[in-house]
């Protein structure tokens, strides 16, 4: 069985139609990347799971659950952590503190236990803190682990979105255009993380991607879409030659 | 500057940073409740008279400050939590009980409240807040079996394990009384904003989508952060009213909502400095104007009558200027200043880079 399965979901916006009858599956432990032209829905399929908007028709399972009688604050408690396209961190909060409210699904305190601060509440802080400090250490954090997030530079911000995605321990993780606005270096060090991930976390990826160069080099697998729907499957080289694909990029030859 | 060299991660999970630190707090703590023995009963009426507002001010920074709920109504849940306390004292409920309970009361009301405000941002939730306000003395005069109506209500001193705690009787052991509210309720905010339930108000407060995707339920933890807000505003109120001695409907206004949200603005936003520091300027302002203008009228002559509306003209124009010159409000002016010195001679003027939006999910949509 898949990880994550979308079954002829179709999303319509008005008139619009943002996902066309889109159906693929990621399997477990793989890379999945998700290309296409700007407007072809891949956002779109991540808010989908998200669970941001409901599906005109067809179904998304993941992990044999079906996704679409989650509550959209309870997929990460599945274990589906994503970043955004737009970064959307905590601003006015350290770096540490974003990452500690991705442990938020973890949990196990109540109000009381935390306004009274109980032993319990304090082994919880530690806890959480050594699974951040971890996540930290992976993505070479330490330096900005006191700063607050409105005077990081924009290339910091976008690793400490992905670390706080990580902070959740996710299973399946969203990245919607990690690379965006990197400059080479930290493109690379992104294609090496997203490596680590796989190998030592275990973590299934599901991303969106534009840098051809990052997707060839991490992805097992690749979706083209245009206009909501799916182009072609298939590894990155098999789809970076596909005619539909060339056709949606560079349009016909005359 | 001092540099703490942290060795343990209970250094960044206790409340202060290190034992200087500690210290300082401390003997603050200690001069304020050695007020008594420096202080004349006039002043300490008055600085009693800031810590309660310091308390009103930490209930709805919870709300404001942290999680970005904009409430033009807290005088509504001021009003609830001294009605309730007075009603359950004249039913004979010992104080001790009575108090926790108008508190606890008045989170139950502001969870029923919070139920339908879930939906609004922003200025529509201002308004909505802001009506309830206006709401709340029609229903105090309408209700009046229960309130006292229009001719209100007088509540005189309490017993407390045999001790008399009566503002005009005994102002030293109120100022006590009081003391030990604002301690409690600071500490247990503190141990709040270290724990998960803080950190997913400053979620909700700065990003809703993503607190969401992390697994924050928006709705739980606004109806929550409503909760302990009217909460701590009920106990605010409930030592108003023994503050006050007679109050009625007209006693929690909507000018009272407008003044508290303007204190912690003024004090800074998402601080619980802010909140102390608000309550300072808003309790003492009208004491400095009237010596002020005692002062005036001594050295150059003319008339020292009471110019109408002279406090809240000048309430109105601090305000002003601190949205304009100082949106992190006092707070945010003694971080600077303290960073000028501890850095000098590097501070730089864009370390504190100015926000444009202070409260990104209170946008208007």
Not at chain 1, 108 to 124: D, G, I, T, Y
Not at chain 1, 173 to 191: F, H, I, K, W, Y
Not at chain 2, 6 to 14: A, G, H, L, P, V
Not at chain 2, 56 to 85: D, E, K, R
Request: with cysteine.
């Amino acid at each position: 069985m898949s990880l994550l399965e979308f079954e002829n979901v179709t999303l319509k916006f008005g008139g619009l139609t943002a996902v066309n009858d889109l159906s693929f599956e990621v399997e477990e432990g793989e890379i999945f990347a998700i290309v296409g032209p700007n407007g072809a829905g891949k956002s779109t399929v991540f808010n989908l799971i998200s669970r941001f908007y409901d599906p005109y028709t067809g179904n998304i399972r993941y992990d044999g659950h079906d996704l679409l009688k989650a509550k959209p604050s309870g997929v990460a408690a599945y274990g589906v952590a994503r970043t955004f396209q737009n970064i959307e961190l905590f601003e006015h909060a350290t770096v540490l503190q974003n990452l500690l409210v991705g442990r938020h699904r973890h949990r196990k305190s109540n109000m009381l236990s935390e306004v009274l601060f109980l032993p319990s509440a304090r082994r919880q802080e530690l806890e959480n803190r050594e699974k951040v400090e971890e996540i930290i250490d992976f993505l070479d954090l330490q330096a900005f682990r006191d700063k607050m997030i409105s005077g990081l530079p924009y290339g910091v911000r976008k690793v400490v979105e992905v670390a706080r995605a990580l902070a959740t321990d996710p299973k399946l993780l969203l990245l919607d255009e990690p690379a965006s606005g990197l400059s080479v270096e930290e493109t690379t060090d992104m294609r090496w993380w997203i490596d680590d991930m796989r190998r030592q976390m275990a973590i299934t990826v599901l991303m969106v991607e534009h840098d051809m160069g990052l997707v060839s080099g991490v992805s097992d697998r690749v979706l083209a879409m245009a206009d909501g729907a799916k182009l072609a499957l298939g590894t990155p080289a098999e789809v970076q030659s596909h005619p539909a694909v060339v056709e949606a990029y560079l349009g016909k030859a005359s | 500057m001092r540099i703490v060299f942290k060795t343990n991660y209970m250094q960044d999970i206790r409340p202060w940073k290190d034992a200087y630190q500690l210290c300082l707090y401390l003997i603050l703590l200690a001069v304020v409740a050695a007020a008594p023995w420096w202080l004349d009963d006039f002043y300490l009426g008055e600085l009693t008279n800031v810590l309660i507002w310091a308390i009103a001010g930490l209930g709805l920074m919870i709300l404001t400050g942290h999680t970005g709920q904009v409430s033009l109504g807290h005088a509504t849940f001021l009003a609830f939590g001294c009605y309730a306390n007075v009603i359950l004292l004249e039913a004979g409920v010992p104080f001790l009980i009575a108090f926790p309970l108008a508190g606890i009361l008045t989170g139950l009301a502001g969870v029923t409240v919070a139920i339908p405000a879930l939906r609004l941002h922003g200025i529509y939730l201002a308004i909505f807040t802001m009506a309830l306000s206006i709401l709340m003395d029609d229903v105090i005069v309408l209700a009046e079996p229960i309130t006292g109506g229009v001719a209100g209500k007088y509540l005189g001193g309490v017993e407390i394990f045999g001790f008399l705690v009566d503002r005009w009787g005994t102002p030293v052991q109120f100022f006590w009384l009081v003391l030990g509210v604002a301690v409690l309720v600071t500490l247990g905010y503190i141990n709040l904003l270290r724990a998960p339930l803080g950190r997913s108000f400053i979620a909700v407060r700065d990003s809703e989508v993503s607190a969401q995707a992390m697994g924050v339920d928006i709705a739980r933890t606004k109806m929550i952060s409503f909760a302990l807000s009217c909460a701590v505003s009920g106990w605010a109120g409930a030592l108003m009213g023994m503050f006050s001695g007679a109050f009625n409907n007209e006693t929690f206004s909507v000018l009272i909502s407008i003044q508290l949200l303007m204190m912690i603005v003024i004090g800074g936003l998402g601080s619980i400095h802010g909140a102390f520091l608000g309550a300072i300027v808003i309790g003492f302002l009208p004491q400095f104007l009237s010596i002020s203008k005692e002062y005036v009228g001594a050295v150059f002559g003319g008339n020292t009558v009471a110019i109408p509306g002279l406090e809240f003209g000048i309430f109105g124009m601090i305000l002003i200027a601190f949205i304009l010159f100082e949106p992190m409000g006092l707070y945010g002016r003694w971080l600077k200043i303290r960073t000028w010195f501890e850095l000098f001679p590097f501070y730089r003027k864009d370390m504190f880079k100015r926000q444009k939006s202070y409260l990104k999910t209170e946008r208007l949509r």
